[in-house]
């Protein structure tokens, strides 16, 4: 009996299929082509920074103006102050950081960031980042807020001996630091901060309202967008 040829042979083609399959998929997953369900880039931070195609700025909703109780970082009298609301445990949130700063530095004086909570409730160690941050600033004051801030999102955050470590790094009382996380000092401004991000129409994280300081004018931009469609947010805000 002669032999079936292999190009002829059904569980030739079915075999071969299968490998291409296999061989894309995983292609796809080395390229980043491809989340898995459940995986951060599926789930974290939806709906808006997990976005592809993020929604164009709109007008926000209602917006608590920036005060001396934001902690503000760049020029106090600019004329337009992005108000991020934002989550120390969100990948997309520490990628978005740079862009802020770079925002501040581009605009020299004219854009100004007031940073505001919004931890996500499937981050386990996100309130926690949050208190610490206000536990640094009611010791040294703006400055060390935002050098905490800063640890949290090159460093990333972590349970509460992490926490503590940060505040020894700074030079931060240890004790005084620790006893403020413990107590739960800053928890309700941490929820309070978040109340006002959803009244404003955040869903999500990084979520962002510019606000202009003169014509009390707001933009809602969510998501990491790119530093391009900030600023052309800006510049619309700024004629």
Known sequence: MSEIPAKNNPWFAISMGLVGVIVGYGLALGTGGVSLPGTTADVADRPTAAQP????PAPAGEVIPPSDDDHIRGDKDAEITLIEYSDFECPFCSRHAPTVD??????????????RHFPLSFHANAQKSAEATECADDQNGN?????????LFTKGVGALDTLIG???????????????LDSGK??????????????????????????????????LVSGAQPLANFKTAIDSMLK
């Open 53 to 56: 195609t993020p929604p164009p």
């Open 102 to 115: 770079q925002l501040v530095e581009d605009y020299d004086g004219k854009v100004n960031v007031a940073f």
């Open 143 to 151: 400055d060390a807020f935002w050098a905490y801030h800063d640890l």
């Open 166 to 180: 940060y505040a020894e790094e700074l030079n931060l009382d240890v004790d005084e630091f620790a006893d403020c």
């Open 186 to 219: 800053f928890e309700q401004k941490v929820k309070d901060d978040m109340t006002s991000g959803s009244k404003g129409g955040v869903q999500g994280t990084p979520g962002n309202i510019l606000y202009n300081n003169k014509t009390k004018e707001t933009q």
